[in-house]
């Protein structure tokens, strides 16, 4: 099975880098995308706004150069979390990041 999901667009939260009790490094930032798309043949406005999470040694590498404002290309795969209130939402796992 399939679980792909490339979306371009630019930083809006301050990242946040944490530690895994692993020893594991977490980069957690809010992407914003905004572009008209076309769906039958009309055009129509997406927005998005998703949790990405980048983990790994380049996490460290990345928490300097991401700032707010920062627009990035990122790929990777969806997962679906629950925040401590039970609510579930999806976040996008990084596993390529790129400056544009």
Avoid: C
Wanted: no cysteine; aromatic share 4%.
């Amino acid at each position: 099975m399939q679980n792909l999901y490339q979306v371009s667009g630019a930083v809006i939260k301050p990242p946040q880098l944490t530690h895994s009790p692993a020893g594991i490094s977490h980069l957690r930032f809010v992407l914003e995308h905004l572009s008209e798309q076309i769906e039958a043949g009309l055009p129509r406005r997406s927005y998005v706004r998703i949790v990405v999470v980048l983990s790994g040694g380049v996490a460290t590498q990345w928490a300097k150069e991401l700032n707010v404002g920062t627009a990035v290309h990122v790929s990777g795969f969806l997962n679906r979390i629950e925040d401590k209130n039970g609510i579930g939402k999806l976040v996008l796992h990084a596993q390529q990041l790129v400056k544009i």
